[in-house]
């Protein structure tokens, strides 16, 4: 009889085990996705990015006008 209940407790924490493995598998997924859609989104940014400064730099190669007011006015 012992080992019938010796058997059976360690199919139960057998049992606990994998489904703490299961929920931690799936908090671990929901973390990933959330990440990889935040990259997406940054990277859709830093290219946005690149093609401002790239366009600011090409403008600034461009002749200034000379009537034009200093900064701090």
């Known amino acids: 009889m012992s080992d019938t209940f010796s058997t059976s407790s360690r199919l139960d924490e057998l049992e606990m085990r994998v489904v703490h493995q299961d929920q931690t598998i799936e908090d671990l997924n929901a973390a ?13 940014r830093l290219a946005q990015l690149s093609e401002r400064v790239a366009a600011a730099e090409q403008s600034a190669g461009e002749d200034a006008p000379v009537n034009r007011p200093p900064p701090h006015y």
């Not at 990933?32 to 859709?44: F, G, N, P, Y």
Request: hydrophobic fraction near 55%.
């Open 32 to 44: 990933i996705t959330a990440q990889w859609k935040l990259i997406e989104r940054l990277e859709a």
